[in-house]
């Protein structure tokens, strides 16, 4: 079936450190990933995302690795800082999808320490 | 200038009761959509529609009825509340289907007693 994993539920940062966040997925067909930031009271924003034909992106701070041979996904935030706590959720499309469903995996929690 | 907005943004209401929640984009996208996230922060997409057009209804029940009046807007409907119903609905907007990112509303917290 259909699942997006992380490895770890909860990760502590000292500010100024580098984070590194994994995801797992199962579906071997899919395409598309996407790195979602999600802080108290608010919905998901979106970070970075990778197609399936990119093994690496980077953003501003923030850079996506996509390996497909072990299906995992990281997302590494440069220098973190106190505003990067929140929960994170890394999320795919399925290939045989092309409807727009994004699979969310259950989150990580990201703390950073002044 | 808020992107994807959806009202109201906390929702307290008993069981039995019927209740909506409203969903606007301004972001001239063509597909918009429903998740659910539960209290351990699951999401979990119950509904999409392109163009008004209804394309995922991720085995929800029928006491969940979505409407999208046009492309800019995206309601939905519960009837008959049940406790098991309380969580984060949030609303999405993509530019198209597919492989796009999509941008979220701030959600409406239900809590049904």
């Known amino acids: 079936g259909e699942s997006v994993g992380l490895h770890l539920p909860t990760l502590s940062v000292q500010e100024g450190d580098n984070s590194i966040i994994n995801c797992a997925y199962s579906n071997s067909a899919s395409d598309y990933f996407i790195w979602y930031k999600q802080e108290s009271g608010k919905g998901p924003q979106f970070i970075i995302d990778i197609r399936s034909n990119m093994d690496k992106r980077q953003g501003q701070r923030v850079t996506v690795l996509l390996n497909k041979t072990v299906k995992h996904l990281s997302l590494q935030i440069a220098a973190t800082q106190p505003g990067d706590s929140a929960v994170y959720f890394c999320?795919?499309?399925?290939?045989?999808?092309?409807?727009?469903?994004?699979?969310f995996g259950q989150g990580t929690t990201l703390q950073v320490k002044p | 200038d808020t992107a994807v907005s959806q009202t109201p943004k906390y929702l307290v209401t008993q069981m039995g009761n019927d209740k909506s929640i409203k969903c606007e984009q301004n972001?001239?996208?063509?597909?918009m959509y429903w998740y659910k996230q539960d209290s351990k922060k699951f999401l979990k997409i119950m509904f999409s529609?392109?163009?008004?057009?209804?394309?995922i209804n991720e085995t929800v029940p029928n006491r969940f009825s979505p409407k999208s009046p046009d492309k800019a807007h995206l309601n939905l409907h519960i009837n008959s509340l049940e406790l098991g119903d309380s969580a984060v609905y949030f609303c999405?907007?993509?530019?198209?289907?597919?492989?796009?990112?999509?941008?979220f509303g701030n959600g409406t917290r239900l809590t049904v007693t």
């Open positions: 999405a907007s993509s530019p198209r289907q597919g492989n796009s990112p999509l941008h």
């Open positions: 529609y392109n163009n008004k057009e209804l394309i």
């Open positions: 999320a795919e499309t399925p290939n045989s999808s092309n409807t727009g469903k994004l699979i």
């Open positions: 972001l001239g996208h063509d597909t």
